[in-house]
Nanobody, 115 residues
């Protein structure tokens, strides 16, 4: 089992920055990919960014050039640096960990961007 705990959400003005953190515990050796998803009210959950154990990254087109995903060397914490935030980024952000056959989710952290 893997447990994920997010932190770092909050309220920020448009153009501002936030940094989200997600700490994994449990059987982290099983994790191959760490990522961030978000879900805005009335919308489906969508991928924001992911990073593989080898360091490869992938971003949604809507956040490219503004968000940066990274992980620590121990592969138990993943970060999402969010810059140039706009109101369309308002959502609950969820941490995700993917092993060979299981998806794990955190409980989410709210990010609200005011105009």
């Amino acid at each position: 089992q893997v447990q994920l705990v997010e932190s770092g959400g909050g309220l920020v003005e448009a153009g501002g920055s936030l940094r989200l953190s997600c700490t994994a515990s449990g059987s982290i050796f099983r994790i191959n990919v760490l990522g961030w998803y978000r879900q805005a009210p009335g919308k489906q959950r969508e991928l924001v960014a992911l990073i593989t154990r080898g360091g490869n990254t992938n971003y949604a087109d809507s956040v490219k050039g503004r968000f940066t995903i990274s992980s620590d060397n121990a592969w138990n914490t993943v970060y999402l640096q969010m810059d140039s935030l706009n109101p369309e980024d308002t959502a609950v952000y969820y941490c995700n960990a993917l092993s060979i056959n299981t998806n794990y989710w955190g409980r989410g952290t709210q990010v609200t961007v005011s105009s």
